[in-house]
């Protein structure tokens, strides 16, 4: 997914471009009018992809992954950040 919002606006400018192309143009067996139906749906999308906020997004799955941990989890966690254990193990000389 872009994660610039100008991104989104210009890859939306794009589809409305195409839109219009095709608005005006004839193809045989109805191909035209398909086309007009996906570029619709991916203009609708675009729009949304604009409105909604990437961290909205993932903060609500990193919540239920944090929630399928459990209490044990933060305990743990707790504990470490007491006794300043976390982070990455030292090396052992050998």
């Given at each position: 997914?872009?994660?610039?919002r100008a ?56 919540g239920m ?8 989890y933060f ?20």
């Amino acid at each position: 997914m872009p994660s610039n919002r100008a991104d989104l606006l210009a890859l939306r400018s794009l589809i409305c471009e195409a839109e219009l192309l095709l608005s005006t143009t004839i193809l045989p067996e109805g191909r035209a009018e398909r086309a007009l139906e996906i570029l619709r749906a991916a203009a609708k999308l675009a729009d949304y992809l604009t409105t909604t906020k990437p961290a909205v997004t993932l903060g609500k799955k990193g919540g239920m992954r944090t929630a399928e941990r459990g209490p044990d989890y933060f305990r743990k966690i707790a504990s470490m950040r007491k006794t300043k254990a976390g982070g990455r193990p030292k090396k052992r000389s050998q």
